[in-house]
């Protein structure tokens, strides 16, 4: 079974710091594309970040640009985004999906974390 | 950038009646447009990709159809478990753009 557990979010003044993480099991996870999403509060899904199977390559949405990094593990089956120079604006509950397999063309997400709650807040 | 418009914002359908939803790219995206719906306080499931693709274990009646810039996704019998918010993503660039969603309520 396919299963993306996150964790890392919580509380964060603006202007902090925060790394998420999110570890996979059920599939192998150094062939797969990987990528992070968000909600704010109320409000319709934004892409943010894309990285290839080996890590050659990162995509990142201009709202994050220069200040998210994703990275990953593929030994601890890990993926990983350190988000930096928080604002309120970045409230929100983020998710990591699952990309394609690097045998197969791009396809969108099939299986997503549970998501993870951050707050920039004083 | 592309732009993905969905219309519309809220669509009202009884159950077993047919729902259609719309997304309209800004820029051709071929066929790269997958379907998602989302219920509150769940993650995204993917319905729909290739633009009519089924993914895994999506009944038959979810449909997707379209190519180039304009798309549709068609519930053919509403279950009380397909209302929900539902929103397309374009995968034939960077970045990887949602429309904002269309919120599928009962009647």
């Known amino acids: 079974e396919v299963q993306l557990v996150q964790s890392g979010g919580g509380l964060v003044p603006p202007g902090g710091s925060l790394r998420l993480s999110c570890t996979a099991s059920g599939f192998t996870f150094r062939t797969y594309s990987m990528n992070w999403v968000r909600q704010a509060p109320g409000k319709g899904l934004e892409w943010l970040s894309y990285i290839g199977s080996t890590t050659n390559f990162k995509y990142y949405a201009d709202s994050v640009k220069g200040r998210f990094t994703i990275s990953r593990d593929n030994a601890k089956s890990s993926l990983f985004l350190q988000m930096n120079s928080l604002t309120d604006d970045d409230t929100a509950v983020y998710y990591c999906a699952r990309g394609s397999d690097v045998t197969v063309g791009a396809r969108p997400s099939e299986y997503w974390g549970q998501g993870t709650l951050v707050i920039v807040s004083s | 950038e592309i732009v993905m418009t969905q219309s519309p914002a809220t669509l009202s359908v009884s159950p077993g009646e047919r729902a259609t939803l719309s997304c309209r790219a800004s820029q051709s995206i071929s066929s790269n447009l997958g379907w998602f719906h989302q219920k509150p306080g769940q993650a995204p499931r993917l319905l729909i990709y290739?633009?009519?693709t089924r993914a895994t274990g999506i009944p038959a009646r979810f449909s997707g159809s379209g190519s180039g810039t304009e798309f549709t996704l068609t519930i053919s019998s509403l279950q009380s478990e397909d209302f929900a918010v539902y929103y397309c993503q374009q995968y034939h660039n960077w970045p990887y753009t949602f429309g904002q969603g269309t919120n599928l309520e009962i009647k």
């Open positions: 290739g633009a009519s």
